[in-house]
């Protein structure tokens, strides 16, 4: 399942090479600076979405593997929080 954060990353990352390249064609380096930056950003949501995705995979697959792995994170940091 494609989640919302990877296909708006895609575009925005697509986008973005668009934009950089307008910008190296008619010089105007502004532009080139928001597509690069754009690019950067998409890539970063689109990977943001890639770790959701699988997470919620894992969650599904195996939920008290999941719920242990909560249980646990929950108590180290309870645990640490102490001291």
Do not use: C, H, Y
Not at 10 to 20: L, M, S, Y
Not at 23 to 34: E, I
Not at 37 to 42: D, F, K, L, M, S
């Amino acid at each position: 399942m494609v989640d919302e954060n990877q296909f708006e990353g895609r575009a925005r990352d697509i986008g973005g090479k668009i934009q950089d390249a307008v910008g190296g064609l008619t010089g105007d380096a502004a532009t080139q600076a928001k597509g690069k930056w754009n690019q950067a950003t998409g890539k970063a949501q689109s990977t943001f979405g890639d770790a959701a995705d699988e997470l919620r995979d894992n969650i599904t697959g195996s939920p008290l593997t999941a719920l242990a792995i909560v249980a646990s994170t929950f108590f180290a940091l309870g645990f640490l929080s102490r001291r």
